[in-house]
């Protein structure tokens, strides 16, 4: 369903301008165009799990915009699943026709709309409800966590990793740093168990995008465990050594003023990479990240490498619904 391997593309201009390492960007915005972005690696696993397990349905849970949910109900689409969404906030009348969630209504999937104390407290309960009620009309329905970051999920970016190993053959570069967006921790748990086996110099660095790093950690190492138990023999394969959750590096202190929330200096770069480079990056993820990578650099980070690897991870159309903060600098 993905559309791979995606390139691998370093920014020159950018490089010519301020120095340090070469970036290269794996664009895995092109993994499709509704299907674009991340979330359709993980998915691709969770959906052969539900067609082999015989489910007809899925149920997955977001935020407003959320890219997984919005990937979750293309995938369905394109499978002849039913698909429903459990999204965390209520719809303004304006954004009804917005980004994600205007795709969403496109795809055929149901939705049902919670305050944010409502989804916080009562999640579990919501899955269970959306389950019985698919049950009720004979579709028997897979629960997918928030961001498809589970111990399905990972392979998505185990699969990733060998892609990125050939990659780097090809383009005879051999980095020693990757960076990515983390959200919900899955893209980093399977870049990390993926690159401990095909490109084990590499480090993985997460820019966590909302929480911090303790709670990352902690996730990171449940996805792993989860990974680990449903997949004993393969999993020893890839990570003989067991020392993945020594692996998990977070780079805190980007969030600002909190989950989707933009910074004026965001929007900025994220103006800038447009003009110089023509890659166009997200306010919630990746702008965000890469704001963070670049100030990571600026404070010597990565001084002494020489090409360095971040994750266009998608998320244009979470691009949309920041139009009126977007014409304040454009
Ligand atoms: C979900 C998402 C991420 C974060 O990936 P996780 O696996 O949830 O950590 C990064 N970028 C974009 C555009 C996303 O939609």
């Not at 993926?194 to 996805?223: R, T, W």
């Not at 997949?231 to 590096?249: G, M, P």
Request: proline share 4%; net charge neutral; with cysteine.
């Amino acid at each position: 369903m993905a559309h791979t391997p995606t390139p691998l593309q370093p920014l020159r201009r950018l490089h010519a301008e301020r120095g340090g390492p070469l970036i290269w960007l794996k664009r895995d915005d092109m993994t499709g165009s509704i299907l674009s972005g991340n979330k359709v690696r993980k998915l691709e696993f969770i959906a052969a799990k539900a067609k082999s397990g015989g489910f007809t349905a899925l149920i997955t849970c977001g935020g407003m915009q959320s890219n997984h949910c919005r990937a979750t109900a293309f995938v369905a689409a394109q499978l002849g699943l039913k698909c429903h969404l459990i999204l965390r906030g209520e719809p303004a009348d304006k954004s009804m026709a917005e980004g994600n969630l205007l795709l969403n209504r496109l795809s055929g999937c149901s939705i049902s709309f919670h305050s944010t104390a409502e989804y916080n407290a009562h999640l579990p309960d919501l899955f269970a409800a959306a389950e019985s009620r698919l049950q009720d009309q004979g579709f028997p329905a897979l629960k997918i966590p928030t961001g498809g970051s589970n111990g399905d999920g990972i392979w998505g970016y185990i699969a990733a990793s060998e892609e990125l190993c050939s990659d780097f053959r090809h383009h005879h570069i051999q980095p020693r740093s990757l960076v990515v967006a983390t959200g919900s921790g899955g893209t980093q748990a399977g870049l990390i168990a993926g690159m401990s086996h095909f490109v084990p110099q590499l480090s993985v660095y997460g820019v966590n995008v909302c929480d911090d790093a303790a709670y990352f950690h902690h996730k990171i190492e449940k996805d792993f465990d989860e990974w680990h138990n449903q997949y004993r023999d393969h999993a020893k394969q890839l990570d003989s050594s067991n020392v993945l959750t020594e692996k998990i590096n977070i780079i805190e202190g980007y969030v600002g003023d909190g989950y989707g929330l933009v910074s004026h200096d965001v929007l900025k770069m994220m103006q800038k990479l447009s003009r110089l480079e023509g890659v166009v990056f997200d306010p919630v993820y990746t702008g965000k990240a890469f704001h963070g990578l670049l100030a990571e650099i600026d404070k010597g980070r990565f001084k002494d490498e020489r090409d360095l690897v971040f994750v266009h991870t998608g998320g244009l159309f979470g691009l949309f619904p920041y139009a009126d903060q977007l014409a304040t600098i454009v």
